[in-house]
């Protein structure tokens, strides 16, 4: 089972940027999608954004589409999620996932495909 640390998060002002990582272990990681997630204080984790295993399709929460990018790079097991004109509203503890079934052809946005899920890492965007 792949497991995955996140890390990257941080303050910023509004408008700002930052940039997520997720390291995986093991040598399964090129075979799954991965994804990311928010929790806000008081609120349910959502869905951010996920890729394919690949790397050739993502897909991305309404709110995200046009200011994150997601991305990963098989060679160096990881996922990054590149976040510009950051928000007060993208606040929260951001957490990557693993999809539990292996080279699924398209990127899921359902949270309960995803099996293996990292500590987080808190992003806080200020006024």
């Known amino acids: 089972q792949v497991q995955v640390k996140e890390s990257g998060g941080g303050l910023v002002q509004a408008g700002g940027s930052l940039r997520l990582a997720c390291v995986a272990s093991g040598d399964s990681f090129s075979s799954y999608g991965m994804g990311w997630f928010r929790q806000a204080p008081g609120k349910e984790r959502e869905f951010v954004a996920s890729i394919d295993w690949f790397g050739r399709s993502q897909y991305y929460e309404d709110s995200v589409e046009g200011r994150f990018t997601i991305s990963r790079d098989n060679s160096k097991n990881t996922l990054y999620l590149q976040m510009n004109s950051l928000a007060p509203e993208d606040t929260g503890v951001y957490y990557c996932?693993?999809?539990?079934?292996?080279?699924?052809?398209?990127?899921?946005?359902?949270?309960?495909?995803?099996?293996?899920w990292g500590q987080g890492t808190q992003v806080t965007v200020s006024s």
């Open positions: 996932a693993t999809d539990s079934v292996p080279m699924r052809y398209y990127p899921t946005r359902d949270r309960a495909d995803f099996d293996s």
